[in-house]
T-cell receptor, first 114, second 113 residues
Framework: GENVEQHPSTLSVQEGDSAVIKCTYS??????FPWYKQELGKRPQLIID?????GEKKDQRIAVTLNKTAKHFSLHITETQPEDSAVYFC?????????????FGKGTHLIIQP | NAGVTQTPKFQVLKTGQSMTLQCAQD?????MYWYRQDPGMGLRLIYY???????DKGEVPNGYNVSRLNKREFSLRLESAAPSQTSVYFC????????????FGPGTRLLVL
């Protein structure tokens, strides 16, 4: 089955700086890579996703890049703000075989220092 | 639309007790999922239901059973709770056309003493 590794487990950055979270996956068949943000005590919420036919995707201050050859993908947050403080999870799945569960990384606790 | 709802929000059980966690969605989604979240472990799939009438095991199914009651509802049952089942349980759902995009409920915090 799929295995997703996520680094770092904790990331502290100054407000206004950029943050990068990295994930690697093991199954070369995986073709869908979502990122979820989870605030303390809340549900995970999808913030951005990327499919394997695309190398990069942006949505305002967040972007995701994918390197299929190396089997890794990254979340980039620019101009970080206090409300970006949360736990971020990456996930991977093969979307061509019918409904199945996502395989998640263990999460990154992002701390934005004022 | 309420999206995905879960009951109860919080529950304390004694070892050996049983309980059922309820999940419902009002988005007319075909697929539904149960995950558990433990500190430092991310979310792990317990069971899922690709469509009404079908259920399949995920990564960590031992100690759990599920029922897809109808298209809207998917319940998770602990027959004999153990302290190792202390966790936060999230239900999720997804549409048939984009089943990989999953929407989560607010979670149920379960403490087994």
């Amino acid at each position: 089955g799929e295995n997703v590794e996520q680094h770092p487990s904790t990331l502290s950055v100054q407000e206004g700086d950029s943050a990068v979270i990295k994930c690697t996956y093991s199954d070369s068949a995986s073709n869908y890579f979502p990122w979820y943000k989870q605030e303390l005590g809340k549900r995970p919420q999808l913030i951005i996703d990327i499919r394997s036919n695309v190398g990069e995707k942006k949505d305002q201050r967040i972007a995701v890049t994918l390197n299929k050859t190396a089997k890794h993908f990254s979340l980039h947050i620019t101009e970080t703000q206090p409300e970006d403080s949360a736990v971020y999870f990456c996930a991977a799945i093969y979307s061509g075989g019918g409904a199945d569960g996502l395989t998640f990384g263990k999460g990154t606790h992002l701390i934005i220092q004022p | 639309n309420a999206g995905v709802t879960q009951t109860p929000k919080f529950q304390v059980l004694k070892t050996g007790q049983s309980m059922t966690l309820q999940c419902a969605q009002d988005m007319n989604h075909n697929s539904m999922y149960w995950y558990r979240q433990d500190p430092g472990m991310g979310l792990r799939l317990i069971y899922y239901s690709a469509s009404e009438g079908t259920t399949d095991k995920g990564e960590v199914p031992n100690g759990y059973n599920v029922s897809r009651l109808n298209k809207r509802e998917f319940s998770l049952r602990l027959e004999s709770a153990a302290p190792s089942q202390t966790s936060v349980y999230f239900c999720a759902s997804s549409d048939l056309s984009r089943w990989e995009t999953q929407y989560f409920g607010p979670g149920t915090r379960l403490l087994v003493l």
